[in-house]
């Protein structure tokens, strides 16, 4: 089935210490998201790829990067974990919303991977 | 910018009966989606349901529907027949229909939960 996976679904990491989160997806979907999601809380843009275009949120520390080598792959890099970067980190994916004027923009997401600084 | 509330944190159902969870938004657009999302436990997010703004029929998908008012920018979500399935976290997103902007905007969840 085509889907959106995130590896892994859970990381341990140490105060300061890099740490690559992981999302990849078979539908072919031009555009990628990357969403932090704290405990009872709404995911929150990070930023997402349109293509190789990278948009970043105005809010969105310097603290994380993304890149996207291809359309199936999209990175998320943290590069000095804090305290409060511990959450829950969400993939989704959709087609161009420009293009498409059905349902078919839908975001889809992945299961997440939530992320433990120690 | 736009917001989405979602004042009620939280519900509880009986199993078989109906509920609503509200959902306001505001904005200075008239064109957009508007959808919501559910999140079950330690499982992925999945898409419940999508209105368009320029339509008047209020979307439905099996036992669920929305009751959407334009003009009070107010989006409704009724479980109908309601199972212990449903539990979950439902999130109220916004996206505009403008250009590429294809941001979502969520509002803060409730968190529903059915009673057997």
Not at chain 1, 9 to 36: A, D, E, I
Not at chain 1, 63 to 73: V, Y
Not at chain 2, 74 to 85: A, E, P, V
């Amino acid at each position: 089935d085509a889907m959106v996976i995130q590896n892994p679904r859970y990381q341990v990491t140490q105060f300061g210490k890099p740490v690559t989160l992981s999302c990849s997806q078979t539908l072919n979907h031009n555009v990628m998201y990357w969403y932090q999601q704290k405990s009872s809380q709404a995911p929150k843009l990070l930023f997402h790829y349109y293509d190789k275009d990278f948009n970043n949120e105005a809010d969105t520390p310097d603290n994380f990067q993304s890149r996207r080598p291809n359309t199936s792959f999209c990175f998320l890099d943290i590069r000095s974990p804090g305290l409060g970067d511990a959450a829950m980190y969400l993939c989704a994916t959709s087609r161009d919303p420009v293009l498409l004027s059905d349902s078919t923009d839908t975001q889809y997401f992945g299961p997440g991977t939530r992320l433990t600084v120690l | 910018a736009q917001t989405v509330t979602q004042s009620q944190p939280e519900m509880s159902v009986q199993e078989a009966e109906t509920v609503t969870l509200s959902c306001t938004y505001d904005t200075s657009e008239s064109d957009y989606y508007l959808f919501w999302y559910k999140q079950p436990p330690s499982r992925q997010m999945i898409l419940v349901i999508r209105q368009e703004a320029y339509k008047q029929q209020n979307a439905t998908e099996n036992r669920f529907s929305v009751n959407f008012q334009k003009a009070a920018k107010s989006f409704s979500l009724k479980i109908s027949d309601s199972q212990l399935g449903d539990a979950a976290m439902y999130f109220c997103a916004y996206r505009s229909a403008a250009g590429a902007n294809s941001k979502l905007t969520f509002g803060k969840g409730i968190t529903l939960s059915v009673r057997p």
